[in-house]
């Protein structure tokens, strides 16, 4: 009997074992619904949606916030800790010289046609990328990519031009997806082709984004069988629309002056984190008065910014002063570097030849943040003779007028890629930006070992902050409100994607 009870837990094991060697490395715990259950579907609050399914060729966050990890893998991803994970691949190994990347692909791993994911495909999605497609953040990230080789069927290697630090969590960013080769690239601004947990349902602009569960995901099933997306504009109605019950998570709460709204903990979970969300007064380098340091500096001393978080986003929201958020290993506080200073503001005008005053257009996208941080600043920025023109734009034109054609002198936007530094080091950045002595520091920590990757990018971030290319204001903190049987959530944004894989419901 007790041989035979030995076996029977051993068999047991080996089938927890080959469970946990087929399913996703990360993912919703739930099983799906039986056949016949009810359906399970979420419904997710949120705002700044998709311009468009492609996230190769389109720009802004809101594509990956949907599609990433949701609809499109890629070879890694990160995880609440910000470190890099097995996803389509199980492993991999890096050369001596740093200059080759080895990856083995999941046998299992396949896409919604149920076509393999294999190096073929892997090389098809990356080297449409080397030959030229992508918005300029995506060929940034995959600049350092020399080449992509299938060396066997799952096995794949990426060859880079030099070392690189940020090359491996480049490849967690939509820039890594692997796309499905037997798709119609001209198509997939409308129908992504992915090998995630769901498919794109309905796309409705200005409305709705629905994802519907992929009936052949190759790893674990995720818990909903439809997740939808609803976009606000007004943050307010999105908080009528939680109070009502017409929802099941806020994704971000964007007026945290309400967050009193949801006290009753029987009805609503807050989750209160941070994201890597920099929201910046951005200022048009080449605009011949912001080219002069001085009134860049001026703006700087001109704004209190803690009036800017009060006003935009009642008072949540760390004060930075650069681009490195606190928790990565090269940051340091530069935040009281431009104290509140108006009569300083005033000198440095001054000195740069605008002491009887300058006026300035500021073209901010319709994002809760940006307009009440608008008027703060222009109030501000009036009071040492700086005036203010807003123009307030819908995110689809902000991304064109602003961020594509470089038609303004300043706007306020929240940068969310993690660790973009790197960004004002990239040709062609909307900013209109360039510093060779940066773009050696960042160039020398990205291919340097360890010790000089955290000193050389400290060292980048004081250059930075010092030239004042933009004004950091604040850290946008990450405020999810769902309903108290939802579990899973991850309350720090650490990565471009609202991953509703992680989640699932009591219910």
């Given amino acids: 009997m007790r041989v035979r009870r030995i076996i029977q837990l051993l068999a047991v094991l080996l089938a927890a074992v080959m469970m946990v060697s087929c399913s996703r490395p990360s ?4 099983e799906p619904s039986d056949q016949g259950a009810e359906r399970k579907v979420l419904e997710v609050g949120a705002t700044g949606e998709p311009a468009g399914m492609d996230m190769i060729t389109v720009d802004g966050a809101g594509t990956p916030f949907v599609l990433l990890y949701n609809v499109y893998e890629t070879l890694v991803k990160l995880d609440a800790e910000r470190n890099v994970k097995p996803l389509l691949a199980t492993e991999w190994e890096m050369s001596p010289d740093r200059l080759t990347y080895t990856f083995h692909l999941d046998p299992q791993a396949k896409f919604a046609d149920g076509s393999p994911v294999d190096a073929a495909a892997v090389v098809a999605s990356f080297q449409r990328i080397i030959d030229g497609a992508g918005t300029g953040q995506v060929k940034g990230n995959f600049a350092p990519l020399k080449a992509v080789r299938a060396v066997e069927d799952k096995v794949v290697e990426l060859e880079l031009h030099a070392p690189s630090n940020y090359f491996l969590l480049s490849l967690t960013t939509p820039a890594g997806i692997v796309v499905n ?4 690239v001209a198509s997939l601004n ?17 409305s709705k984004v ?5 009936e052949q995901y190759w790893g674990t099933p995720p818990h909903y069988d439809e997740v939808n ?3 606000y504009a007004d943050p307010n109605a999105m908080n009528t629309a939680m109070l009502s019950g017409q929802l099941d998570i806020i994704s971000n709460l964007t007026v945290p002056q309400s967050i009193g709204q949801f006290a009753d903990t029987s009805k609503y979970t807050v989750h209160e984190g941070v994201t890597d969300g920099e929201v910046l007064l ?11 340091r001085e009134v860049r500096q001026a703006i700087h001393h001109a704004i209190d910014r803690q009036a800017v978080v009060d006003a935009a986003w009642g008072g949540k929201g760390e004060l930075i002063g650069s681009m490195v958020p606190p928790g990565e290993p090269w940051y340091e506080d530069l935040s009281d570097t431009y104290p509140y200073d108006p009569e300083k503001a005033k000198e440095l005008l001054a000195q740069a030849g605008h002491a009887q005053g300058l006026t300035l257009r500021l073209r901010v996208p319709s ?3 940006a307009p009440p941080a608008a008027r703060s600043i222009q109030s501000q920025l009036r009071a040492v003779g700086i005036e203010v023109e807003i123009e307030e734009l819908d995110f689809a034109r902000w991304l064109d007028v602003v961020f594509s054609q470089g038609d303004y002198d300043m706007t306020i936007v929240a940068h969310v890629e993690p660790r973009d530094l790197r960004m004002f080091a990239r040709e062609g950045n909307y900013l209109h930006y360039s510093n060779p002595d940066f773009d050696k520091l960042m160039q020398e920590a990205d291919e340097g ?7 050389k990018q400290k060292e980048a971030a004081r250059l930075l902050t010092a030239d004042a290319p933009v004004d950091w204001l604040f850290l946008l903190p990450n405020i999810i409100v769902t309903t108290p049987d939802i579990d899973g959530v991850q309350a720090d944004q650490t990565s471009l994607s609202f991953d509703v894989t992680l989640l699932a419901s009591s219910r």
């Fill in 27 to 30: 993912g919703g715990s739930s």
């Fill in 181 to 184: 080769p037997a798709a119609d």
């Fill in 190 to 206: 409308e129908t992504p082709a992915g090998s995630g947990p769901y498919q794109l349902g309905e796309w409705e602009p200005g």
């Fill in 210 to 214: 629905s994802l519907v569960r992929n």
């Fill in 229 to 231: 997306f609803r976009y």
């Fill in 282 to 292: 951005s200022f048009n380098n080449s605009n011949p008065a912001l080219a002069k």
């Fill in 367 to 369: 994002l809760p943040y």
């Fill in 449 to 455: 070992d360890e010790t000089a990757f955290v000193e």
